[in-house]
Every structure is written in structure tokens, then in C-alpha cells.
């Protein structure tokens, strides 16, 4: 199965279900199985500010506990969406779908950038350590 690998806390944002688009530089035709992979590094700073410290709390996280270097969930790719229009508090994409709240303020909606559609989360009991890679990778590790 494809595997993405995402900095925390974002990695975890999206196996909660908090986060269910994740924003790249790029587009994937990938569609189907998506492995979510938790990155290394923590970005501590931001894990302080608001939104992210309460929803991070309100499931018993803080940027001291986040898992990292594991596969935290599989969840479906099912879509990818070319951001057209940033403003300060929401975006779209080119099938006009408006992103906004917690939400937009999770992700990068730069003009150009893609959001990729993720649903289905399967988080992890039991996160699996494994290396991470850039870009889309292969995962196998027996899970269907």
C-alpha cells in the first residue's frame, strides 16, 4: 500500500479525523489505500498556538506525546484538488468546494497547491515504526 509521511502534529490531526484533507506542493493520481505515516520532527511551536493545542488536548495529546516515526493510520485517498482561490479565512478548489475553519487553518491553501482528500481513518491502536520517505512510498507491513 502507498504510504505518505507528515510532520506532526498534522499526522496526527488527520488520524484523528480532525484534519481530513491534507495539502502538498503536489498532485497524486494515487487513489485507494493511504497509509499516514508520522514524521520525525514535531513542530513544537506550533502544537502551543490555537486551534491545534485544545484539539491535540481534547484527545489527550501534547507535542510532548505525539507519536513519531510510525504509521499512525490507513485511511482511502479519494480525491486531489487544485486550490484556485486563498483568501484569509478560507479557500476553494477548482470544483468550487469551499474549505474553512479549523479545517483551512490546518492546512497550506496557497494558490497552486493541492489538497488531497482523505476519509475512511483507521487510526492505530498501536502506531508501527517504520522509516519514513519523501514523497509517495511503499508500506507493507501485512496490513489490508
Not at 513544537?44 to 489527550?60: D, F, N, R, T
Request: charged share 20%; with cysteine; hydrophobic share 40%.
Amino acid at each position: 500500500m502507498k504510504a505518505i509521511t507528515i510532520n506532526q502534529p498534522f499526522a496526527t490531526l488527520v488520524a484523528l479525523e480532525e484534519k481530513q484533507l491534507e495539502t502538498r506542493s503536489w498532485s497524486t493520481k494515487h487513489r485507494g489505500p493511504l497509509a499516514i505515516h508520522a514524521g520525525k520532527k514535531i513542530d513544537k511551536k506550533i502544537c502551543q498556538q490555537e486551534p491545534y493545542k485544545s484539539v491535540l488536548a481534547k484527545h489527550g495529546y501534547t507535542a510532548n506525546n505525539l507519536p513519531t516515526g510510525a504509521v499512525v493510520g490507513i485511511c482511502q485517498l479519494v480525491d486531489c484538488h487544485k486550490v484556485l482561490v486563498d483568501k484569509e479565512d478560507h479557500a476553494i478548489f477548482e470544483n468550487n468546494t469551499v474549505v474553512s475553519g479549523h479545517e483551512y487553518l490546518f492546512g497550506d491553501y496557497s494558490l497552486g497547491r493541492y489538497a488531497w482528500r482523505l476519509i475512511d481513518m483507521n487510526r492505530l491502536q498501536e502506531p508501527i515504526v517504520v522509516k519514513g520517505m519523501q514523497g509517495l512510498w511503499n508500506f507493507s507491513n501485512g496490513i489490508k
